[in-house]
């Protein structure tokens, strides 16, 4: 799933104030609230042909840009450690057919994720580009 948060703040100042919060014990949930309020989480729908073409391609690109090739040498430097083992992307290597498993693999995980990302209750669900715009254009008045 991609994601956009869109705020009226420059983004390292996100960065700033989140990574400020990490270091001082019960502000991080203050901070969080306070983001909240000026953030937007924008969600984009995908029936499940849409989301499988989509990660189809993005593995048959990772293949293509040398994943291949960078889990050989990450083995032959490093041996299967367990982030490796354990690593889609990686883990599947070890098998026959790894293409196809990573796909698998893949849809799983993305599946799981909407399943979480399904019970928060702060996120706008979008189907379209123009949808998007108009949430954006309301939010941004606010």
Same mark, same amino acid.
């Given at each position: 799933?991609?994601?956009?948060?869109?705020?009226?703040?420059?983004?390292?100042?996100?960065?700033?104030?989140?990574?400020?919060?990490?270091?001082?014990?019960?502000?991080?949930?203050?901070?969080?609230?306070?983001?909240?309020?000026?953030?937007?989480?924008?969600?984009?729908?995908?029936?499940?042909?849409?989301?499988?073409?989509?990660?189809? /391609? *993005?593995?048959?690109?990772?293949?293509?840009?040398?994943?291949?090739? #960078?889990?050989?040498? $990450? =083995?032959? &430097?490093?041996?299967?450690?367990?982030?490796?083992?354990?690593?889609?992307?990686?883990?599947?290597?070890?098998?026959?057919?790894?293409?196809?498993?990573?796909?698998?693999?893949?849809?799983?995980?993305?599946?799981?994720?909407?399943?979480?990302? /399904? *019970?928060?209750?702060?996120?706008?669900?979008?189907?379209?580009?123009? #949808?998007?715009?108009? $949430? =954006?254009? &309301?939010?941004?008045?606010?």
């Amino acid at each position: 799933m991609k994601g956009w948060f869109i705020t009226g703040v420059v983004v390292t100042i996100f960065y700033f104030v989140f990574g400020i919060a990490q270091l001082g014990a019960g502000r991080p949930l203050f901070v969080w609230s306070l983001l909240v309020a000026i953030i937007a989480l924008i969600g984009i729908k995908k029936s499940l042909p849409e989301f499988k073409k989509a990660i189809s /391609k *993005r593995v048959d690109k990772m293949i293509k840009n040398g994943l291949r090739e #960078e889990v050989k040498e $990450l =083995v032959k &430097k490093c041996g299967w450690t367990t982030v490796l083992k354990n690593a889609i992307g990686y883990q599947e290597f070890k098998e026959k057919n790894p293409i196809n498993k990573i796909k698998l693999h893949t849809l799983q995980f993305a599946k799981r994720q909407m399943t979480w990302f /399904k *019970r928060e209750k702060r996120i706008y669900w979008i189907e379209t580009y123009s #949808e998007a715009e108009k $949430l =954006v254009r &309301k939010f941004l008045k606010k």
